[in-house]
């Protein structure tokens, strides 16, 4: 066990619609990161955020946004699904933002049919 | 960003050592490398990291050549649960202090029993 909690650890949905994914870091953590894995893709790095502010962006779509709460919990929006989002989603924390020595959780699996 | 070659796959049989070999010819000095490895489709394991010296710790050592431009990750006694994709990355500077981790294909390894 990681210590990073995220939920659901499945979701199915539809074209179109919308989905917040959560992530709970491990106690202490204040830096998060969210993953994208798809099968022809592999690991790729979408954004990262310390103590609340936005720290890096990778390959995130527009229809995409996240946060960081003041309790250190992050959120992934993702909006007008496509089936292409189908995906395992990673979050991953780590101590501070230099420190990548990084914690993932066990990620949700999205289905959009 | 400081690419990272593995080969796709590899062996090895129970009880034996794994040697997992890893290229980074463009590294540069200040940049580290790591090791996560990935059992399916669970979230990725850190597993160790380290700049010019060799790395030990309870999961695996961390050989890195004189020159830097290569590695290996050595699983001394290699047990069927270690068969995962082993992931080599160079962990690249993203801007101030701030890193990230940029995730090849990585390395199946199979342990046979």
């Known amino acids: 066990d990681s210590g990073v909690t995220q939920t659901p650890k499945h979701l199915i949905t539809a074209t179109g619609q919308r989905v917040t994914l959560r992530c709970s870091p491990r106690s202490g953590d204040l830096s998060v990161y969210w993953y994208q894995q798809s099968l022809d893709q592999g690991l790729q790095f979408l954004i990262q955020?310390?103590?609340?502010?936005?720290?890096a962006k990778g390959n995130i779509l527009e229809r995409f946004s996240a946060q960081q709460f003041p309790d250190l919990h992050s959120e992934l929006n993702l909006s007008s699904l496509e089936l292409g989002d189908s995906a395992l989603y990673f979050c991953?924390?780590?101590?501070?933002?230099?420190?990548?020595?990084?914690?993932f959780g066990q990620g949700t699996r999205l289905t959009v049919v | 960003d400081a690419k990272t070659t593995q080969p796709p796959s590899m062996d090895c049989a129970e009880g034996r050592a794994a040697n997992l070999p890893c290229n980074h010819s463009?590294?540069?000095?200040?940049?580290?490398v790591y090791w996560y490895r990935q059992i399916h489709s669970q979230g990725p394991q850190y597993i160790i990291h380290?700049?010019?010296n060799n790395e030990t710790n309870e999961m695996a050592s961390l050989i890195i050549t004189e020159d830097r431009k290569s590695s290996t990750l050595i699983l001394p006694h290699a047990t069927l649960r270690d068969t995962a994709v082993y992931y080599c990355i160079v962990r690249v500077n993203s801007g101030g202090s701030n890193y990230k981790l940029t995730f090849g294909k990585g390395t199946l390894l199979t342990v046979n029993p």
């Open positions: 991953a924390s780590s101590v501070a933002h230099s420190n990548t020595e990084a914690f």
């Open positions: 955020y310390y103590n609340g502010e936005e720290r």
């Open positions: 463009t590294i540069s000095g200040n940049e580290y």
């Open positions: 380290g700049l010019k």
